[in-house]
């Protein structure tokens, strides 16, 4: 049913059992399976800094470092699953993480997009956001979300 299945990760618990769970899948699927990691706009948390002497390159610098780790760490966690991913960091320029989810989904053909979903409620939500929720309203194809419980939300 599914040939091509795309994995959003962050490096939390919820994102490792969606993994997980898509791991299982492709397999099961003789699917292919591609792992993204999207790269926050490090510039948002400077519009908000009154400090103007971060420095930037640095911080850009370790925003794509921290996201090459989450992806060599979802690789292996995917390949302990006998599933061989696909890898992609994406850097979006001025776009939600959400955004680009579908972006990547729709260029790379996806037949199913799996994330985790950390569950915020209330005000942590509203000060969050929710990248699931904004993928949902746009997603390109069906949308998998697992709890951090583990559960399909």
Same mark, same amino acid.
């Given at each position: 049913?599914?040939?091509?299945?795309?994995?959003?990760?962050?490096?939390?618990?919820?994102?490792?059992?969606?993994?997980?769970?898509?791991?299982?899948?492709?397999?099961?699927?003789?699917?292919?399976?591609?792992?993204?990691?999207?790269?926050?706009?490090?510039?948002?948390?400077?519009?908000?800094?009154?400090? #103007?002497?971060?420095? !930037? %390159? $640095?911080? *850009?610098? =370790?925003?794509? +470092?921290?996201?090459?780790?989450?992806? &060599? @760490? /979802?690789?292996?966690? #995917?390949?302990?699953? !006998? %599933? $061989?991913? *696909?890898? =992609?960091?994406? +850097?979006?320029?001025?776009?939600?993480? &959400? @955004? /680009?989810?579908?972006?990547?989904?729709?260029?790379?053909? $996806?037949?199913?997009?799996?994330?985790?979903?950390?569950?915020?409620?209330?005000?942590?939500?509203?000060?969050?956001?929710?990248?699931?929720?904004?993928? $949902?309203?746009?997603?390109?194809?069906?949308?998998?979300?697992?709890?951090?419980?583990?559960?399909?939300?």
């Amino acid at each position: 049913m599914y040939r091509r299945i795309l994995v959003a990760v962050d490096g939390s618990r919820p994102s490792d059992l969606a993994l997980t769970h898509a791991a299982g899948l492709a397999r099961e699927q003789d699917a292919l399976l591609r792992l993204i990691h999207v790269i926050e706009d490090p510039y948002w948390y400077l519009r908000f800094a009154a400090a #103007a002497s971060l420095d !930037a %390159a $640095a911080l *850009e610098r =370790a925003w794509r +470092e921290a996201g090459t780790g989450i992806l &060599a @760490a /979802a690789a292996r966690l #995917a390949n302990d699953l !006998a %599933a $061989a991913p *696909e890898l =992609a960091l994406l +850097e979006p320029a001025g776009e939600s993480v &959400a @955004a /680009a989810v579908v972006a990547e989904a729709e260029r790379w053909s $996806a037949d199913l997009i799996v994330m985790g979903t950390h569950g915020n409620r209330g005000v942590e939500r509203l000060l969050l956001g929710s990248v699931a929720e904004g993928v $949902a309203r746009t997603a390109p194809c069906p949308l998998l979300l697992l709890r951090a419980n583990g559960q399909a939300a």
